[in-house]
């Protein structure tokens, strides 16, 4: 079952900050999150462990609340280079390694 | 660091014809691979994935196939193509401390 992510498309100022939330209906293992520029690969951000790990990335954050199988990515006093459509990524406890993304949240950052 | 190369990068093919999207990985052994394809606009849907040569596992139903014939090597490939096979295909490989992307085909059918 693919994870389910809100919003689908935020638009910030630069130096606005941010939260994508995933939420999945399985209990999870893992999530990823991923940055995708248009026509481009998706690049990856950061993993999050079941333990209820946080995660930081420069100004992009994450946390992982696995009793809720929920994640958010924090993104901080966003930069222009942050636009691009956000998934995350989640692994189920019951299929390791078996990958499932989100939809994709679109963020676009205008000066 | 894992490196993962796929190709062709993009790729026009008309309706009924055969498709083979090649990917291969560097700096690991026995990597899990995984197919998604991308419709315009719209994530990342799974389309099978292999832990081991020989093992694919698909997750939807389409005319679509995949092979791993080596450790690293996995193959995508249609015997006939449709319109709705249009999209940016990605090979993957996703471990537990990081992932890794191929830079995609974008296959156009017509």
């Known amino acids: 079952q693919q994870p389910v992510q809100s919003p689908q498309a935020v638009i910030l100022r630069e130096g606005e900050d941010a939260v994508i939330n995933c939420s999945s209906s399985?209990?999870?293992?893992?999530v990823h999150w991923y940055r995708q520029k248009h026509g481009e690969a998706p690049v990856f951000l950061m993993i999050l462990l079941k333990g209820g790990e946080q995660k930081g990335h420069d100004k992009i954050s994450a946390s992982f609340n696995e009793k809720k199988q929920q994640s958010s990515l924090y993104l901080t006093a966003s930069q222009l280079s942050y636009s691009g459509t956000y998934f995350c990524g989640t692994e189920s406890e019951t299929s390791y390694d078996k990958v499932i993304f989100g939809p994709g949240t679109s963020l676009s950052v205008i000066p | 660091s894992q490196t993962i190369h796929q190709w062709p990068a993009t790729l026009v093919q008309p309706v009924g014809s055969p498709l083979s999207l090649e990917c291969t990985v560097e700096?690991?052994?026995?990597?899990?691979l995984y197919w998604y394809r991308q419709a315009a606009g719209r994530g990342l849907q799974l389309l099978f994935y292999?832990?081991?040569?020989?093992?694919i596992s698909s997750e939807v139903p389409q005319n679509l196939s995949a092979s791993r014939p080596q450790d690293r090597q996995f193959i995508l490939s249609s015997k006939k193509l449709l319109l709705s096979d249009s999209g940016f295909y990605l090979c993957a490989s996703p471990s537990r401390t990081e992932a890794f992307f191929g830079q995609g085909t974008r296959l156009t059918v017509v």
């Open positions: 292999s832990v081991g040569i020989g093992q």
């Open positions: 700096g690991t052994s026995n990597p899990n």
């Open positions: 399985k209990a999870l293992y893992s």
